[in-house]
């Protein structure tokens, strides 16, 4: 009993043993091991990441809710940044912030006051911020800042910077989650609202910081992936969706709410990445993938749904 109460507690530990078993299986395709590999993986995983906890924190606030516009503020994100960077690098890290926190506003907004769900909300300002990307695209920058792209891929033991800067991110996160008034007050929100409003706590306001900084934690994600990628470019935020649900909710964030864990969200983008790796080296076409993803993602969404208390 303990042991399993142990393992309910630290739930990290399912995407960790997740890990390791892709990380054999990628030993087996390739036929050769390397520490490398793991470091690879930890960079890859970096965008996924960053989004996974924009979802962790979103999926905590209750009522199932979940962010589809992350994947399209991370683009319109990425290019802010390649055109506000050439100017001033501080400054377009922040513009880019500032846009995705604006966009996370909005979302809180339209979701507490006009009632609409989180996923229509979230779907219909994502499309609207693509509508945006199609039509100012071709007057933005598309190239990052040099020394910006050369300082996020300086190499520390096998680590980019841009992959130690999305840890720091996480343990910032982990602190505001489980160390301060604010998480304890989003993780009360997310088991019942009713509840916590009786018990003092202002839902409206939670709910509207947590959706802002999950836009804001996508602005950065796209500043990041802009620079490393080499610019920007429309819909290089799609392919990381899936990989952030599923880091999300293979973590050990309650799909109802109420629930999270940022260490098992840094497990669950490395396994997905490691999975994504897994795929590759087994010559398994773009769709096929796309496809073993989507039906892991739906097992895990099955089981988190399962531990419901």
Request: charged share 5%; proline share 2%.
């Amino acid at each position: 009993m303990k042991a399993k109460q142990w393992i309910e507690k630290n739930s990290f530990i399912w995407p960790l043993v997740g890990t390791i078993i892709l990380w054999i299986m990628v030993v087996a395709v390739s036929g050769r091991f390397s520490v490398s590999q793991l470091f690879s993986c930890a960079t890859l995983a970096s965008f996924s990441l960053m989004l996974g906890l924009g979802q962790t924190i979103v999926i905590t606030s209750g009522e199932g809710a979940i962010d589809l516009s992350g994947t399209y503020v991370l683009t319109l994100a990425a290019y802010i940044s390649c055109t506000v960077m050439n100017q001033n690098i501080f400054l377009g890290i922040l513009a880019a912030v500032a846009a995705g926190a604006v966009v996370g506003f909005i979302n809180g907004v339209i979701n507490i006051y006009l009632k609409v769900p989180a996923m229509i909300t979230t779907l219909a300002t994502g499309y609207i911020v693509f509508t945006i990307v199609l039509i100012a695209a071709p007057h933005m920058n598309t190239l990052p800042n040099s020394t910006f792209v050369k300082f996020i891929n300086t190499n520390f033991g096998g680590l980019t910077v841009m992959t130690l800067i999305c840890l720091a991110v996480s343990a910032l996160l982990a602190v505001l989650l489980y160390k301060t008034k604010f998480g304890k007050n989003l993780h009360a929100v997310g088991q019942k609202r009713e509840a916590a409003k009786y018990a003092g706590i202002s839902v409206p306001a939670t709910v509207i910081a947590t959706f802002t900084l999950a836009g804001a934690i996508a602005g950065f994600a796209g500043v990041l992936c802009g620079a490393y990628i080499g610019g920007a470019f429309q819909d290089m935020g799609t392919s990381y969706f899936l990989p952030a649900v599923a880091a999300a909710l293979v973590g050990g964030t309650l799909a109802s709410g109420g629930r999270s864990s940022v260490l098992g969200v840094v497990f669950g983008a490395l396994m997905m990445s490691f999975m994504t790796t897994f795929l590759n080296a087994a010559n398994l076409a773009p769709g096929l993938q796309r496809l073993i993803q989507g039906a892991v993602l739906v097992l895990i969404l099955v089981a988190s749904v399962s531990k419901k208390d």
